[in-house]
Nanobody
C-alpha cells in the first residue's frame, strides 16, 4: 500500500519559517516527479512547487517564488518544502503528491496519482 505522510505543519507568526517533510512508503518514487500543493479555506487546491526525479530541476508558483524551496532525498524517500518569510495568505492545508509515470517538473494535478493526507499550516499576522 502506497502512503505519503506529511509532517512539519503548525502555527507560526508572519515572517517565520517552517519545513514540511513528506515520506513515501510502499514503493519508490526516486524516478518520479514530486510536488507540493495547498488548499486555503474556501478555495480550490493550488500548485505550490514541484521537483524532478533527481532534484536537479524545480518549479514554483509565482506566489511562493523566492520564499519557498523544494528539495528531495531519494535515499530517504522524502521530499521537503522549506518555507521562509511566511505570510498570512500562506495559511492552508499543504499536500504532498507523487507522480506515477512522470519524471520531470509539472504543476498539473492530473500528473500526480498519489497524495498525502495533508498538514495544516497557519500563519498569524
Amino acid at each position: 500500500q502506497v502512503q505519503l505522510v506529511e509532517s512539519g505543519g503548525g502555527l507560526v507568526q508572519a515572517g517565520g519559517s517552517l519545513r514540511l517533510s513528506c515520506t513515501a512508503s510502499g514503493r519508490t518514487f526516486s524516478s518520479n516527479a514530486m510536488g507540493w500543493f495547498r488548499r486555503a479555506p474556501g478555495k480550490e487546491r493550488d500548485f505550490v512547487a514541484t521537483i524532478n526525479w533527481s532534484g536537479g530541476n524545480t518549479y514554483y508558483a509565482d506566489s511562493v517564488k523566492g520564499r519557498f524551496t523544494i528539495s528531495r532525498e531519494n535515499a530517504k524517500s522524502t521530499v521537503y518544502l522549506q518555507m521562509n518569510s511566511l505570510k498570512p495568505e500562506d495559511t492552508a492545508v499543504y499536500y504532498c503528491a507523487a507522480a506515477a509515470d512522470y519524471s520531470d517538473v509539472t504543476k498539473h494535478q492530473f500528473r500526480y496519482r498519489y497524495w498525502g493526507q495533508g498538514t495544516q499550516v497557519t500563519v498569524s499576522s
